[in-house]
């Protein structure tokens, strides 16, 4: 799947399913020596990268990022491939789920660029509420759930 899809599919399953979310932590790494590669992603965040860890950048420096990630895609040089990665850590407090808003505190991130990905930490309250989200997920082509993965839990994380 490409980027511009993954991230379009994630923001129609936020909306189709999140009624509560906070704003997301975002995160910029890279695994590159290639310092004109660098400088790039640099100048769009306006300081220099640590490329020991990940750097928490702001909203609009990885829309910038992420744009840039996208024309590399479309338009990749023949001897790199992306090492640049974007990670998403969202926290939804609030579903919709079935007309009524349980809270089920559940967390995700989302990577892009370099080895993409979704990560779960995901809490029902019902088997039915599991189902819903299952179904959201499918819907959107990001994941699918699998209720063999399911533990019980005595009462949900704070």
Avoid at 70 to 87: A, C, L
Avoid at 88 to 97: F, G, N
Wanted: glycine share 6%; net charge neutral; charged share 25%.
């Amino acid at each position: 799947m490409n980027l511009q899809t993954a991230q379009k599919r994630w923001q129609d399953f936020l909306v189709r399913a999140g009624q509560e979310n906070s704003e997301p932590l975002i995160w910029l790494s890279s695994w590159t020596d290639d310092e004109g590669k660098l400088s790039v992603y640099e100048k769009l965040i306006g300081s220099e990268i640590d490329r020991r860890r990940s750097n928490g950048i702001t909203k609009n420096q990885a829309e910038a990022c992420l744009s840039q990630l996208i024309r590399e895609e479309i338009f990749p040089h023949p001897m790199s491939s992306s090492t640049i990665q974007i990670s998403y850590d969202y926290e939804i407090t609030e579903w919709k789920v079935e007309g009524v808003q349980p809270h089920i505190p559940s967390k995700f991130r989302l990577r892009l660029g370099w080895h993409p990905s979704l990560g779960t930490e995901l809490y029902f309250n019902s088997i039915q509420q599991f189902e819903q989200i299952k179904r959201y997920l499918l819907d959107a082509g990001l994941c699918k759930l699998n209720e063999k993965h399911l533990l019980l839990m005595k009462r949900i994380p704070k």
